[in-house]
């Protein structure tokens, strides 16, 4: 992690988001030199009745051996941000057993928006879904800071040509919205996915600029605007030079994550490395 800090010093940590069971996740981790790994609570197998006290004490004896530190992604098909309160209500309540868990093994929580489902008068069930995500977001920041546990919201994919469904926090707008109404608690980041950030002519630069501040980690991976493909880094139409140039002229640092399924880490580390050295050499020329 000291070689890695050294070419790439904007990157505290490594994780790399493999869909894998939380067992081989760690194993995975551990062998490819990742200092983090996805617990992915979307997964069969992973969700919240999946796990029990036997589960969690072995796990935590596997952090304990290994050092790898664990993310809790959350079932980003919880409606947190439903315009149907009782639908709200209870994917809050989903996810505060989540918390429980996360609690126990050490971790934050990655929550997302969720969607919305055909709504017949999108303009004013999307302002109301914004409005209900910010009231879901309040409610579990409040449980997560009794549990210790930090919360990290990601961003989902702007998608606007895709019916029936509409997904929430999504763009420049609802990033404002949500994020200006939380500067009093201390417990919420921001975890930003450049590839949904990139989806709808979004600017995940300008993303980076603005809430450096509140920005946890960063997931990498690469589409071309229209699908979340999760490609390499340098396999779609993401402009990366600006993206490193955004993050060089912030100075942020933080975790560094992967959702790219043709790369392995290493790769996508040495995509980033060979980018920072391009920039630096720009800089010095």
């Not at 996805?38 to 969690?56: A, H, K, P, Q």
Request: glycine share 6%.
């Amino acid at each position: 992690m000291n070689k890695i800090n050294k070419e790439l010093p904007f990157c505290n940590g490594i994780a790399h988001q493999k869909y894998l069971t939380a067992e081989k996740g760690i194993k995975t981790a551990y062998e490819t030199g990742c200092s983090h790994w996805y617990i992915d609570g979307s997964l069969i197998g992973e969700m919240v009745s999946d796990w029990n006290e036997t589960r969690i004490s072995i796990l935590k004896e596997l952090i304990l051996s290994t050092r790898i530190q664990p993310l809790f992604h959350g079932n980003f098909k919880a409606p947190l941000a439903s315009d149907v309160e009782d639908f709200r209500a209870a994917a809050v309540a989903y996810t505060k057993k989540e918390i429980d868990i996360a609690s126990q093994l050490n971790a934050p929580l990655i929550i997302h928006g969720g969607c919305i489902v055909e709504p017949k008068t999108v303009i004013q069930a999307k302002k109301i879904a914004l409005e209900n995500y910010l009231k879901s977001i309040i409610e579990l920041a409040d449980y997560a800071k009794t549990k210790n546990v930090d919360i990290y919201l990601e961003n989902l994919s702007n998608y606007k040509n895709y019916r029936p469904f509409h997904y929430i926090f999504t763009c420049a707008e609802e990033y404002d919205f949500v994020l200006r109404n939380l500067n009093n608690y201390t417990n919420v980041y921001l975890f930003l996915d450049i590839g949904h950030a990139h989806i709808g002519e979004g600017k995940p630069a300008d993303v980076i600029i603005k809430y450096h501040k509140r920005l946890k980690g960063i997931s990498f991976s690469n589409n071309n605007g229209i699908q979340d493909q999760h490609l390499g880094i340098s396999d779609g139409s993401i402009d990366y030079a600006e993206l490193i140039l955004a993050i060089h002229q912030t100075q942020w640092s933080g975790l560094v994550a992967f959702e790219t399924r043709n790369q392995s880490t290493e790769q996508g580390l040495q995509e980033l490395i060979n980018l920072h050295q391009a920039i630096q050499d720009v800089a010095l020329a």
